[in-house]
């Protein structure tokens, strides 16, 4: 079974800063997938990006940017210039047939 | 539109009144599952489905049935429902084929067991 850490439970910044949301996962398959999800307040899950284990390239979309470090198993989640509305519960998952998420990281962002 | 449907969206019920939570997705997707989502423990897998007629445990089935009869359909039945099972429920499913496994969420079902 894969397992999933996410350190942080709580992050709180002021908007404009940059914040990373960490995640470092275990899994014994070779092939496996990595997911990030966003939890709004109101309570939906929100798809944000799924990257594939053989692929390392980091990835930039807007103010996000995703670090995947296989070696570290690290699949590490910055927001640029944070702003109230990325207020939410924040979800890494690596995913194969066996679907695992990690706790979340609430994060706050203050005006 | 392609979506999860999750039937109801809330619900307050009382211990050992046997209830049943819909869920249905009109993607065609091979794979359905269950989640319950719970303050600090964040999303735990309760019973998943690779296909029709085939069902698995995840980390929490306990108190929990499920069936695949038809592909679009997962219902979660709670026989015997106790107040330690009241929490926010997810279905999802996602498409096996190909390389995605990206999961397609309901928007909840929020139960209460009083």
């Known amino acids: 079974a894969q397992k999933v850490t996410q350190a942080q439970t709580e992050i709180s910044v002021v908007e404009k800063e940059d914040v990373t949301l960490d995640c470092v996962y275990e899994?014994?398959?070779?092939?496996?997938?990595l997911f990030w999800y966003k939890q709004p307040p109101s309570g939906e899950l929100v798809f944000l990006i799924r990257?594939?284990?053989?692929?390392?390239q980091n990835e930039i979309s807007g103010r996000y940017s995703w670090n995947f470090q296989k070696s570290t198993s690290s699949f590490n989640f910055t927001i640029t210039a944070s702003q109230v509305v990325d207020s939410a519960v924040y979800f890494c998952?690596?995913?194969?047939?066996?679907?695992?998420f990690g706790a979340g990281t609430r994060l706050t962002v203050k005006p | 539109e392609a979506q999860v449907t999750q039937n109801p969206r809330y619900l307050i019920t009382v211990t050992g009144k046997k209830l049943t939570v819909t869920c249905s997705q009109n993607?065609?997707?091979?794979?359905m599952s269950w989640y319950r989502q719970d303050p600090g423990l964040g999303l735990r897998q309760i019973y998943y489905?690779?296909?029709?007629?085939?069902?698995d445990k995840g980390d929490v089935p306990e108190g929990y049935k499920v069936s695949r009869k038809e592909k679009r359909n997962f219902p979660l039945i709670l026989e015997s429902p106790s107040p330690n099972q009241t929490s926010l429920y997810f279905c999802?499913?996602?498409?096996?084929?190909?390389?995605?496994?990206?999961?397609?969420f309901g928007p909840g079902t929020r139960l209460t067991v009083l």
């Open positions: 990257r594939n284990s053989f692929d390392e």
């Open positions: 993607m065609n997707h091979e794979y």
């Open positions: 998952a690596p995913l194969n047939n066996d679907m695992r």
């Open positions: 999802a499913s996602s498409s096996l084929a190909g390389v995605s496994y990206e999961q397609f």
């Open positions: 899994t014994r398959d070779t092939t496996y997938y």
């Open positions: 489905s690779m296909n029709v007629e085939v069902t």
